[in-house]
């Protein structure tokens, strides 16, 4: 494995970050319960549309907390077999509350189990941003809060921080020192998730992390595949200042899904 390095927070630092998440995502529109939504089976989806049976734009209100963007719908775009999430100063409708940034955010309507996990992307650049390709379900599904995160904070996109999530408890970030620059090209990063007790995070088709649960107990419930940008607020010492200049764009190639 390359080199990495370990970030730990503070117990206060988590604390905030856990509560700002989970209050931000279960503000979403209820979604479809688990018990009725459906598990999905392996996919592959090259975007060269938008799969309305497969995914759904997030419209009309904000994650909250740290959240400095509220969702729109006409952020999220297809074309030439790309998918991407614009980040801008748009005008957000009354449910993103006042937020001064527009951006997009995409989710799968199905949730998913064990198995691999793979998005080809480049990332958006600038202190204060993140771009992302994570798996999540909690309160607007009815479900406790998992998540499995793959992040490029935009004020080092030479680094990718990994991290989880069960029954709302994280803290478990780790940096990646990649050796390239993910806002400068397209890579491919894979979350491989196994039953009975471990999480793979790739890169390229190499290994660069494994958690064990050594560190807390490891997800165990169905989850949505997603993806978002973002800009920070109040968090400037995780992701550095947000100082608007212009429009910022992450782009996706692909996204595949192998079941176990």
Wanted: aromatic share 14%.
């Amino acid at each position: 494995m390359r080199s990495m390095t370990t970030h730990h927070r503070s117990a206060p630092r988590r604390l905030f970050l856990a509560l700002a998440l989970v209050l931000g995502l279960s503000a979403a529109p209820a979604l479809v319960p688990p018990a009725e939504a459906a598990i999905g089976g392996s996919f592959v989806d090259n975007f060269d549309w938008n799969n309305t049976g497969r995914w759904h734009k997030a419209d009309g209100w904000t994650n909250g907390g740290m959240f400095n963007a509220g969702w729109r719908a006409d952020h999220v775009w297809h074309s030439g077999g790309v998918m991407g999430l614009n980040l801008d100063n748009a005008s957000c409708p009354s449910g993103c509350s006042g937020r001064p940034y527009a951006s997009g955010e995409y989710r799968t309507n199905d949730l998913y189990s064990y198995g691999r996990f793979e998005v080809r992307m480049k990332a958006a650049s600038g202190s204060g941003i993140v771009t992302s390709f994570f798996t999540y379900t909690g309160p607007s599904d009815g479900q406790p809060w998992d998540e499995i995160d793959v992040e490029i904070l935009g004020k080092n996109t030479w680094q990718m921080q990994t991290n989880y999530f069960t029954n709302g408890v994280g803290g478990h970030e780790t940096i990646i020192n990649l050796g390239f620059d993910a806002a400068a090209g397209y890579h491919n990063y894979a979350i491989e998730w196994w039953r009975g007790g471990t999480i793979n995070w790739f890169v390229d088709g190499r290994l660069v992390h494994q958690e064990n649960g050594s560190r807390g107990p490891l997800p165990t419930r169905p989850q949505r595949i997603m993806m978002n940008l973002w800009p920070g607020t109040g968090v400037d010492d995780w992701l550095g200042p947000f100082n608007y200049s212009g429009r910022r764009t992450a782009t996706y190639d692909w996204v595949r899904y192998t079941q176990y």
